[in-house]
């Protein structure tokens, strides 16, 4: 109790010095005020305030809670108030003793946390309800989230949204996701939506094709901690992200964070610690069955026993200890992480100040060796309102985070690296030395050993971010309302990768030549956003007629530049930084500078508060467009009935006043990213011999002009029982026209590819969202919720062609994929595979009843690769379909064999709370959708010295062997040729997270000195169903900037199981 | 009425903003390159340009490599050993559309770098007085020259592409061009050269320009070896003799043979691009010879006779190019020089008459035996028809010039002549580098003369509605 004095004392003092005292000396009112609890309050302040609600007088109590005050006029009315308490206004009433008694403020302070929540400013209204809305848009408060292990609001938000789809690239710590609103609604810009925080958008400028280590980056949303948030709102169609300008055609999740409010300052203290175990692996060769494996695949190849350098045959070799091991790589390259998160809050504020501060840190390791990730972020929000028209609010915040991780991908090399290798070096005896194992040439010399790579090589990010904002709110009177936003986003990025001579064994040259010896790369980048926002509103409320118009700019500014630096050989593996070089083997640097205007105006109209009209107008400029296309124009129009508030005759009791119909109808526009594609430009290219030259970069792009989505929505939002169960159901329906890419342009203008215009995308589907409380007393209360989708990407016109093909050819390891008319974006093309040939008198062309095709002379006519001279199928290899029956296995017959988007997604939960204890689960689930398994390709192609899955052991033999796994090959055949062999059904269900929480009761608290105290233990990714026979069906498997990269396993880190303990304090 | 003026004067600046500041609040002029506006102004522009189409025209070596040797009966392609499939695939004659080694984006970013040039050349001599005529001549002729160079390559490699001589300046001009006939492109190209042998200066202020920068006499280089593709074998004699004649090349001596690729820049030389490892320009060659991913045909050794010192230059006893083979990786590649141009004026010699005439025949010994001599082997005597020159004139080429970019054309030059009267000497020479399986799906292949020529690549097709495939792909 006694810090609680010495706080209210602190306070009070600070109070006394801040309140002005009065001069008139006519009506004197003196007395005591009290808490609820009945104790005196030191330093309340007692105030009297005019018609005009200034403040004419003042004082504060002293130490026992008394105060005296001179009011102008025995009718005067004074305003008491505390921090943390409700003021309370009392009349005078020409008394002279008037004895206060202040509540508590904490009821209200849940209330305006309420309140706060469903007045989200951040579509742009401003004094609008979103109860108001006629736009599609989902919530999530973040307060039930508080325990669970998330490092990143993707994680979050997985599983929760009807229609966001959230992919992590990877379960390393501090990896991206591909996040996709209502599928996707462009081929060649970035589909990730928009994310706002606290009304200003967020977007990392920074060049993302300097890139260094993967196509992933730093997730600019993982740097704004889960803790810190309040709620995050999904905005989904066009009436909703409107405002937001062009940056909002992709949707926009909006988040909002915790502010100070008028109440005592409360310390809040978060902390979470986590084991995380990565789940299973693939189940690999050992070393006896690899050794097995590969001199069969030589005996088929070459008709003798021999291996690349007979390495595992020759006992009296110096290497053949070496070469004759059983080392489980993917166990050494894997372990247990921790994670550690905490976070300290302190909020509090008065009449006219309210804050916010708040500091946190995480530290995790990855389930993979050599990975990490570390964040520092600090953040403060001010609100100050200068008067009751005038409102200044100021947000700083940073971030600070690193991201460690390998030069390759660990996992993938771990799957392929022979087992017969060592992880030490063995001398003639078979005994470890302390050396890595490495052999930089010959057997499988291409690939590094994983252990050493992740000792002894560097690879990390940093990252800093800043942003800061001051926005000013002018409401001059109940009409007016004036918003004026500044902000500023920079960001400071560093991506450095160092492998030295130690991790690859490679021979050290001091020669200048780009060896991949000792090579440092480091990419220093940054990015700068400027945002500027004037809105201006009007409001008018007539009886049954509430009346809203408003409009304003939005103007911003980015600019980016990176530099690529590398250094070869540098003189000693600690040398890690190409800075303290004298000569660059490569030095590349972008410069970017972008510049959009959007020019709205919107209305507003709602009748009886039933029914409501609202349009939005919009015309955004983007400099990436030359003078004549350089405005797009988008309107958008919506509406709603709330039906639930008609007194219809018969309606059901049980329908609240809440329910409503809701439509919308509106246009959003997209623009590139790069600027300045309206010139033909020239610039430096490498010198020739002494002399410097320029080149043309590209021809001028007079033609280019705005994307366009045309957005339909019919929403639906159900209230029964007392809000005690609620449902939205959402169709909608996009179309893109003039879809944007940088496409190939005819390669006789001596130009690769360019910005063009052309064909029609939609996307259409159904969203449902449902929450419960199933059960509700006074022990009790159980709440589900439940959402699912259904979107379908489908390709209405593309130009000449009617298809853009990512690889033209069928070849061993490669799949084909087409985005063509009439198909589902991200559809899986190639070969029907239909087991192996069981001797090689089978692989001759046949008839359709089964007898052999004969040629003039009767011979019978091989099954040939490609063409009529091309490579002859035989017994053990892998039989194809041929569609066209020519006898010969080539393009001709390559159909489509899968589709990457699922046909349905979603997710449900429950949450159920028992006295102190609640209990809450989450699934997530995606039903449909088909996997192509490039690792499953790569681990059963039997075809190089890369390891290979168990799998394999069921391989064909000798002639007459029935199965459906072909013969070893070594370098030759065509086994592992794209085909639906390796097209899988991607269905799953995850148990995302299950919880347990105990939240000690009031009492027991209150006695401790504290206001809340709760323990949490949660488990996340704890359980997967599914029929794929990949590690993880989710991972890597989604971009958001390239269409063609999707539904592809490549061995990525599998998402970890989290093992969460945590706690959340507050005082 | 104080308050209304307030929203007026708000409500007017923001109309103000919306009418007046956008437009050029929108034009951003990009801060790391110059736009066609900016450029093209002054004396040091029309430099600039030129030196960058050089510098791109160099990015071709690995489309050199492959289109003009691998294919050839002296340079394999080293299957598994990271080549790659496309790359194998042209050794053995399977090349697909969809072979990226068939894509001449690059080779057309030259020809429309050396378009841009042609194009504002005069722009620049009517804006810069202290541009003269000479100069602007000389950049002409530079464009000219490597514009014609190019779609040699090109006629060469493919027979028949689209031919532009316009700069590629918008997306509103048609790219759409149809394919234009071998014969229309030699036209094209000879007049380009013509126009160059005028234009161009003998010799440039520094060595490394006069070799590294078309001089008048590469324009007479590359017209004789046009010439000799047109069968204009009178025009190659004389344009062979303008570089002959003013004796300013000649035969490096045996013990400097070295010096030929590294350092370079050698009297020899008539072409060659200039590398230069300080400036980070730098080749693949080295690594792409050092890696076993080519590896020489076994008859290249057999070629040699012992006392031949170019071998040791060349080939080692492992089948490995030597050539350009130093310390670092900017060696030169030579496009043309003097030995090239005696033997190229050894063959015109021979065709001149077309019935044969041993006179001729004897001139043309004389200029073969020059190249021998410096080679330390004994002189060529008694070859007495064109048949038996041809075959000396071939191998002698193989020998001196192996791996720089000319033994496949050679073979399909002196093959094509007389329609196609030498086909059966390419299958042979060809086939001779095979053996087994692989001699017969070859000789099925290169039987048809259509496949001695590449498939247009398919992204070319795709993205030219005007392309039709050539006939041996379709």
Same mark, same amino acid.
């Given at each position: 109790?006694?810090?609680r004095i010495?706080?209210?004392?602190?306070?009070?003092?600070?109070f006394?010095?801040?309140?002005?005292?009065?001069?008139?000396?006519?009506f004197?009112?003196?007395?005591?005020?009290?808490?609820?609890?009945?104790?005196?309050?030191?330093?309340a302040?007692?105030?009297?305030?005019?018609a005009?609600?200034?403040?004419i007088?003042?004082?504060?109590?002293?130490?026992n809670?008394?105060?005296?005050?001179?009011a102008?006029?025995?009718?005067?009315?004074?305003?008491?108030?505390?921090?943390?308490?409700?003021s309370?206004e009392v009349?005078?009433?020409s008394?002279?003793?008037?004895?206060v008694?202040?509540?508590?403020?904490?009821?209200?302070?849940?209330?305006?946390?309420v309140?706060?929540?469903?007045?989200?400013?951040?579509?742009?209204f401003?004094?609008v309800?979103?109860?108001?809305?006629?736009?599609?848009?989902t919530?999530?408060?973040m307060?039930?989230?508080?325990?669970?292990?998330?490092? &990143?609001?993707?994680?979050?938000l997985?599983?929760?949204?009807?229609?966001?789809?959230?992919?992590?690239?990877? #379960?390393?710590?501090?990896?991206?996701?591909?996040?996709?609103?209502r599928?996707?609604?462009?081929?060649g810009? $970035?589909?990730?939506?928009?994310?706002?925080?606290?009304?200003?958008?967020?977007t990392?400028?920074i060049?993302?094709? &300097?890139?260094?280590?993967?196509?992933?980056?730093?997730?600019?949303l993982?740097?704004?901690p889960?803790?810190?948030?309040?709620?995050i709102?999904?905005?989904?169609?066009?009436?909703a992200t409107a405002?937001?300008?062009?940056?909002?055609?992709n949707?926009?999740i909006?988040?909002?964070?915790?502010?100070?409010?008028?109440?005592r300052? %409360?310390?809040?203290?978060?902390?979470?610690?986590?084991?995380?175990?990565?789940?299973?692996?693939?189940p690999?060769?050992?070393?006896?069955?690899?050794?097995?494996?590969?001199?069969?695949?030589?005996?088929?190849?070459?008709l003798?026993?021999?291996?690349p350098?007979?390495?595992?045959?020759?006992?009296?070799?110096?290497n053949?200890?070496?070469y004759?091991?059983?080392?489980?790589?993917?166990k050494?390259?894997?372990?247990?992480?921790?994670?550690s998160?905490?976070?300290?809050s302190?909020?509090?504020?008065?009449?006219?100040?309210?804050?916010?501060?708040?500091?946190g840190?995480?530290?995790?390791?990855?389930?993979?060796?050599?990975?990490?990730?570390?964040?520092?972020?600090?953040?403060?929000?001010f609100?100050?309102?200068v008067?009751?028209?005038?409102k200044?609010?100021?947000?700083?915040?940073?971030?600070?985070?690193?991201?460690?991780e390998?030069t390759?991908?660990l996992?993938?090399?771990?799957?392929?690296?022979?087992?017969?290798?060592?992880?030490?070096?063995q001398?003639?005896?078979?005994n470890?030395?302390?050396?890595?194992f490495?052999?930089?040439?010959?057997?499988?010399?291409g690939?590094?050993?994983?252990v050493?790579t992740?000792?002894?090589?560097n690879?990390?990010?940093? %990252?800093?971010?800043?942003?800061? %904002?001051v926005?000013?709110?002018?409401?001059?009177?109940? *009409?007016w309302?004036?918003?004026?936003?500044l902000?500023?986003q920079?960001?400071?990025?560093?991506?450095?990768?160092?492998?030295p001579?130690s991790?690859?064994?490679?021979?050290?040259?001091?020669?200048?030549?780009?060896?991949?010896?000792?090579?440092?790369?480091?990419?220093?980048?940054?990015?700068?956003?400027?945002y500027q926002?004037?809105?201006?509103?009007?409001?008018?409320t007539?009886?049954?007629?509430?009346?809203?118009?408003?409009?304003?700019?939005?103007?911003?500014?980015?600019?980016?530049?990176?530099?690529?630096?590398?250094?070869?050989?540098?003189?000693?593996?600690?040398?890690?930084?190409?800075?303290?070089?004298?000569?660059?083997?490569s030095?590349?640097?972008?410069?970017?500078?972008? +510049?959009?205007?959007s020019?709205?105006?919107?209305?507003?109209?709602?009748?009886k508060?039933?029914? &409501?009209?609202?349009?939005?107008?919009?015309?955004?400029?983007?400099?990436a467009?030359?003078?004549?296309?350089?405005?797009?124009?988008?309107?958008?129009l919506s509406?709603?009935?709330?039906?639930?508030?008609?007194?219809?005759?018969?309606?059901?009791?049980w329908?609240?006043?809440e329910?409503?119909? +809701?439509?919308?109808?509106?246009?959003?526009?997209?623009?590139?990213?790069v600027?300045a594609?309206?010139?033909?430009?020239?610039s430096?290219?490498?010198?020739?011999?002494?002399?410097?030259?320029?080149?043309?970069?590209?021809?001028e792009l007079?033609?280019?002009?705005?994307?366009?989505?045309?957005?339909?929505n019919?929403?639906?939002?159900?209230?029964?029982f007392?809000?005690?169960?609620?449902?939205?159901?959402?169709?909608?329906?996009n179309?893109?026209?003039?879809?944007?890419?940088?496409?190939p342009?005819?390669?006789?203008?001596?130009?690769?590819?360019?910005?063009?215009?052309?064909?029609?995308?939609?996307?259409?589907g159904?969203?449902?969202?449902?929450?419960g409380?199933?059960?509700k007393?006074?022990?009790?209360?159980?709440?589900a919720?439940?959402?699912?989708? *259904?979107?379908?990407?489908?390709?209405?016109?593309?130009?000449?062609?009617?298809?853009?093909?990512?690889q033209n050819?069928?070849?061993? #390891?490669?799949?084909i994929?087409?985005?063509?008319?009439?198909?589902e974006l991200?559809a899986?093309?190639?070969?029907?595979?239909?087991?192996?040939?069981?001797?090689?008198?089978?692989?001759f062309?046949?008839n359709p009843?089964?007898?052999?095709?004969t040629d003039?002379?009767?011979?019978?006519?091989?099954?040939?690769?490609?063409?009529?001279?091309?490579?002859?199928?035989?017994?053990?290899?892998?039989?194809?379909?041929?569609?066209?029956?020519d006898?010969?296995i080539?393009?001709?017959?390559?159909?489509?064999i899968?589709?990457?988007r699922?046909?349905l997604?979603?997710g449900?939960?429950?949450?159920a709370?028992?006295?102190?204890?609640?209990?809450?689960?989450l699934?997530?689930f995606?039903?449909?959708n088909?996997i192509?398994n490039?690792?499953?390709?790569?681990?059963?192609?039997?075809?190089?010295?890369?390891?290979?899955t168990?799998?394999?052991?069921?391989?064909w033999?000798?002639?007459?062997?029935?199965?459906?796994?072909?013969?070893?090959?070594?370098?030759a055949?065509?086994?592992?040729?794209?085909?639906?062999r390796?097209?899988?059904?991607?269905?799953?269900?995850?148990?995302?997270i299950?919880?347990l929480?105990?939240k000690?009761?009031?009492?027991?608290?209150?006695?401790?000195?504290?206001?809340?105290?709760s323990?949490?233990?949660?488990?996340?990714?704890?359980?997967?169903?599914?029929k794929?026979?990949g590690?993880?069906?989710?991972?890597?498997?989604?971009?958001?900037?390239?269409p063609?990269?999707?539904?592809?396993?490549?061995?990525?880190?599998?998402?970890?199981?989290?093992?969460t303990?945590s706690?959340?304090?507050?005082? | 009425?104080?308050?209304n003026?307030?929203?007026?004067?708000?409500?007017?600046?923001?109309?103000?903003?919306?009418?007046?500041?956008?437009?050029?609040?929108?034009t951003?002029?990009?801060?790391?390159?110059?736009?066609?506006?900016e450029f093209?102004?002054?004396?040091?522009?029309?430099t600039?340009?030129?030196?960058?189409?050089?510098?791109?025209?160099?990015n071709?070596?690995e489309?050199?490599l492959?289109?003009g040797?691998?294919?050839g009966?002296?340079?394999r392609?080293?299957?598994?050993?990271?080549? #790659?499939?496309?790359?194998?695939?042209?050794?053995?004659f399977?090349?697909?559309p969809?072979?990226?080694?068939?894509?001449?984006?690059?080779?057309?970013?030259?020809?429309?770098?050396?378009?841009?040039?042609?194009?504002?050349?005069?722009?620049?001599?009517?804006?810069?007085?202290s541009?003269?005529?000479?100069?602007?001549?000389?950049?002409?002729?530079?464009a000219?020259?490597?514009?014609?160079?190019?779609?040699?390559?090109?006629?060469?490699?493919?027979?028949e592409v689209?031919?532009?001589?316009?700069?590629?300046?918008s997306?509103a001009?048609?790219y759409?061009?149809?394919?234009?006939t071998?014969?229309?492109?030699?036209?094209?190209?000879y007049?380009?050269?013509?126009?160059?042998?005028q234009?161009?200066p003998a010799?440039?202020s520094?060595?490394?320009e006069?070799?590294?920068?078309a001089?008048?006499?590469?324009?007479f280089?590359?017209?004789?070896?046009?010439?000799?593709?047109?069968?204009?074998?009178?025009?190659a004699i004389?344009a062979?003799?303008s570089?002959i004649?003013?004796?300013?090349?000649?035969?490096?001596?045996?013990?400097?043979?070295?010096?030929?690729f590294?350092?370079?820049n050698?009297?020899?030389?008539?072409?060659?691009?200039?590398?230069? $490892? %300080?400036l980070?320009q730098k080749?693949?060659?080295r690594?792409w010879?050092?890696s076993?991913?080519?590896?020489?045909?076994?008859?290249t050794?057999?070629?040699?006779?012992?006392?031949?010192?170019?071998?040791?230059?060349?080939?080692?006893?492992?089948?490995?190019?030597l050539?350009?083979?130093?310390?670092?990786?900017d060696?030169?590649?030579?496009?043309?020089?003097?030995?090239d141009?005696?033997?190229?004026?050894?063959?015109a010699?021979?065709?001149l008459?077309?019935?044969?005439?041993?006179?001729?025949?004897?001139a043309?010994?004389?200029?073969?035996?020059?190249?021998r001599?410096?080679?330390?082997?004994e002189?060529?005597v008694g070859?007495?028809s064109?048949?038996?020159?041809?075959?000396a004139?071939?191998?002698?080429?193989?020998r001196?010039?192996?791996?720089?970019?000319?033994?496949?054309?050679?073979?399909? +030059?002196?093959?094509?002549?007389?329609?196609?009267?030498?086909?059966?000497?390419?299958?042979?020479?060809?086939?001779? &580098?095979?053996?087994g399986?692989?001699?017969?799906i070859?000789?099925?292949?290169?039987?048809?003369?259509?496949?001695?020529?590449?498939?247009? $690549?398919s992204?070319?097709?795709?993205?030219?509605?005007?392309?039709?495939?050539?006939?041996?792909?379709k």
């Open positions: 109790m006694k810090y010495q706080i209210k004392i602190a306070i009070a003092v600070l006394t010095m801040c309140v002005q005292l009065s001069y008139a000396q006519t004197i009112v003196k007395g005591q005020v009290k808490d609820a609890k009945g104790l005196p309050l030191p330093g302040t007692v105030i009297e305030r005019d005009n609600n200034r403040t007088s003042g004082v504060s109590t002293d130490v809670g008394n105060y005296q005050l001179r102008s006029k025995p009718t005067a009315v004074l305003i008491v108030s505390f921090i943390g308490c409700k309370q009349k005078v009433n008394r002279n003793l008037i004895n008694t202040l509540q508590d403020n904490e009821h209200s302070l849940k209330e305006v946390e309140v706060a929540k469903s007045t989200v400013v951040s579509n742009g401003l004094n309800d979103k109860r108001n809305l006629a736009a599609a848009t919530t999530i408060k307060k039930e989230l508080e325990a669970i292990p998330a490092a &990143s609001i993707e994680e979050v997985d599983g929760r949204v009807s229609g966001l789809m959230v992919s992590m690239n990877s #379960g390393d710590p501090g990896a991206g996701a591909m996040i996709q609103l599928g996707s609604g462009s081929l810009l $970035n589909t990730k939506p928009l994310i706002v925080v606290d009304g200003i958008p967020w990392s400028n060049p993302a094709e &300097s890139d260094l280590t993967s196509s992933e980056g730093i997730s600019n993982l740097n704004i889960p803790s810190d948030i309040a709620t709102d999904i905005l989904k169609d066009a009436a405002v937001y300008g062009s940056e909002g055609a949707g926009v909006a988040i909002t964070t915790k502010r100070g409010d008028n109440m300052p %409360s310390v809040t203290l978060t902390s979470k610690f986590s084991y995380t175990r990565a789940p299973g692996q693939l690999l060769l050992n070393g006896t069955q690899y050794k097995t494996m590969i001199l069969e695949a030589y005996q088929n190849r070459y003798m026993e021999k291996t350098d007979d390495l595992f045959l020759e006992p009296d070799n110096i053949y200890e070496n004759n091991n059983n080392t489980d790589w993917l050494a390259v894997t372990r247990s992480g921790l994670q998160d905490n976070n300290l302190i909020r509090g504020g008065g009449n006219s100040t309210a804050y916010s501060v708040s500091l840190y995480l530290s995790e390791t990855g389930t993979t060796i050599g990975t990490a990730f570390q964040r520092a972020s600090g953040r403060l929000a609100d100050y309102k008067s009751t028209k005038l200044f609010t100021s947000d700083v915040s940073f971030t600070n985070s690193l991201k460690k390998n390759s991908a996992i993938a090399d771990a799957n392929i690296i022979a087992p017969v290798k060592p992880i030490y070096a001398d003639r005896f078979g470890n030395t302390y050396n890595y490495l052999n930089p040439t010959g057997f499988q010399g690939i590094n050993n994983p050493a992740a000792y002894l090589a690879a990390q990010s940093k %990252s800093d971010l800043m942003n800061s %904002s926005q000013m709110q002018l409401r001059p009177n109940e *009409k309302n004036i918003l004026s936003v902000s500023l920079y960001e400071n990025a560093e991506s450095d990768k160092f492998l001579q991790a690859t064994g490679k021979e050290y040259t001091r020669t200048n030549i780009a060896s991949g010896v000792n090579t440092a790369t480091s990419i220093p980048k940054y990015g700068l956003t400027l926002k004037n809105w201006l509103t009007y409001n008018l007539k009886k049954d007629h509430t009346f809203t118009i408003g409009g304003g700019t939005i103007v911003k500014e980015n600019r980016a530049r990176s530099l690529t630096l590398v250094t070869d050989n540098t003189a000693s593996e600690f040398i890690l930084s190409p800075y303290s070089s004298y000569t660059f083997s030095m590349k640097s972008t410069s970017s500078i972008s +510049r959009s205007v020019l709205t105006s919107q209305m507003l109209y709602i009748f508060d039933k029914y &409501s009209v609202q349009a939005i107008y919009r015309r955004d400029g983007s400099s467009f030359g003078g004549k296309n350089r405005f797009g124009n988008f309107p958008s509406g709603f009935w709330r039906f639930g508030a008609e007194k219809l005759t018969g309606k059901a009791k329908i609240d006043n329910s409503k119909i +809701r439509f919308s109808w509106g246009l959003t526009g997209r623009a590139p990213a600027s594609s309206n010139y033909a430009t020239y430096s290219t490498t010198n020739y011999g002494e002399l410097a030259g320029v080149k043309p970069d590209n021809f007079t033609t280019l002009r705005w994307e366009t989505t045309e957005q339909r019919l929403g639906l939002d159900l209230s029964l007392k809000n005690r169960f609620n449902a939205t159901v959402e169709a909608y329906d179309i893109t026209n003039d879809l944007l890419w940088a496409r342009v005819a390669t006789n203008s001596g130009f690769e590819s360019a910005y063009q215009n052309f064909g029609e995308l939609q996307n259409r159904i969203e449902l969202e449902m929450t409380v199933v059960v007393n006074k022990k009790w209360r159980v709440a919720n439940f959402n699912i989708y *259904k979107n379908q990407s489908k390709i209405l016109s593309l130009p000449s062609g009617n298809e853009i093909s990512k050819d069928i070849n061993n #390891g490669a799949i994929q087409k985005i063509r008319v009439g198909d991200g899986f093309y190639g070969l029907r595979y239909k087991g192996v040939f069981a001797r090689d008198e089978d692989a062309v046949k009843d089964g007898s052999f095709v003039l002379t009767g011979q019978k006519i091989p099954i040939r690769f490609n063409n009529e001279t091309g490579y002859i199928f035989q017994g053990g290899d892998a039989i194809y379909e041929d569609i066209n029956k006898g010969v080539n393009m001709q017959d390559v159909v489509k899968g589709d990457s699922p046909k997604a979603g449900f939960g429950l949450n709370t028992y006295k102190e204890f609640t209990f809450s689960t699934f997530s995606r039903y449909g088909q192509f490039a690792t499953r390709m790569k681990t059963t192609s039997m075809y190089n010295d890369n390891n290979q168990t799998a394999v052991m069921s391989r033999r000798k002639q007459g062997d029935e199965t459906d796994m072909p013969r070893a090959l070594y370098g055949g065509f086994n592992w040729i794209g085909s639906d390796y097209v899988e059904d991607g269905s799953f269900l995850r148990l995302s299950v919880s929480s105990y000690m009761a009031n009492k027991t608290v209150n006695k401790l000195g504290l206001k809340s105290l323990f949490t233990l949660s488990g996340s990714n704890l359980f997967l169903w599914t794929y026979s590690v993880d069906p989710e991972v890597g498997t989604g971009s958001n900037t390239d063609f990269a999707v539904g592809q396993d490549n061995s990525v880190t599998p998402r970890a199981r989290y093992y303990f706690t959340v304090v507050s005082f | 009425m104080k308050k003026r307030l929203y007026h004067f708000i409500l007017s600046a923001f109309v103000l903003f919306l009418t007046t500041s956008c437009e050029e609040f929108l951003i002029s990009p801060d790391n390159s110059l736009t066609k506006d093209w102004k002054t004396k040091s522009d029309a600039a340009a030129i030196v960058g189409v050089y510098s791109t025209m160099r071709n070596l489309y050199f492959y289109w040797e691998v294919r009966d002296l340079l392609s080293n299957a598994g050993k990271g080549a #790659g499939v496309d790359k194998e695939a042209f050794d053995v399977i090349v697909n969809s072979n990226t080694m068939t894509k001449y984006t690059a080779m057309y970013s030259v020809i429309n770098g050396a378009n841009q040039v042609i194009k504002n050349i005069p722009a620049i001599e009517a804006n810069d007085k541009f003269t005529r000479t100069e602007a001549n000389r950049v002409m002729g530079e000219l020259f490597l514009r014609a160079y190019t779609y040699f390559w090109l006629a060469r490699s493919f027979k689209p031919l532009t001589l316009d700069p590629s300046e997306d001009q048609n759409n061009l149809p394919k234009s071998q014969q229309q492109l030699f036209d094209q190209i007049a380009d050269v013509k126009l160059a042998e234009y161009l010799s440039y520094t060595p490394g006069t070799r590294g920068r001089t008048k006499y590469a324009a280089a590359l017209e004789a070896d046009l010439d000799l593709w047109m069968g204009k074998y009178q025009e004389s062979c003799d570089i004649n003013p004796k300013q090349y000649a035969l490096l001596t045996q013990s400097n043979l070295g010096n030929l590294y350092p370079g050698t009297v020899e030389s008539i072409w060659e691009f200039q590398y230069l $490892n %300080s980070n080749h693949s060659l690594a010879f050092n076993s991913v080519y590896f020489t045909a076994a008859l050794d057999d070629l040699f006779e012992t006392k031949d010192v170019r071998k040791s230059n060349a080939v080692s006893n492992a089948y490995n190019v050539k350009y083979n130093v310390t670092t990786d060696a030169h590649w030579i496009n043309y020089r003097y030995a141009v005696l033997l190229m004026k050894a063959e010699l021979t065709h008459d077309a019935a044969g005439n041993q006179t001729n025949f004897n043309a010994i004389v200029e073969i035996n020059k190249v001599a410096r080679a330390g082997v002189p060529l070859l007495t064109i048949a038996e020159l041809d075959e004139i071939l191998d002698e080429r193989g001196e010039l192996c791996f720089e970019g000319k033994r496949w054309f050679d073979l399909v +030059r002196i093959a094509s002549r007389d329609n196609n009267s030498g086909k059966s000497m390419l299958i042979s020479r060809v086939l001779s &580098s095979f053996d399986i692989d001699q017969q070859v000789s099925l292949r290169i039987s048809n003369p259509e496949s001695w020529y590449l498939p247009l $690549n992204d070319a097709i795709n993205n030219n509605t005007s392309l039709v495939q050539n006939p041996y792909y």
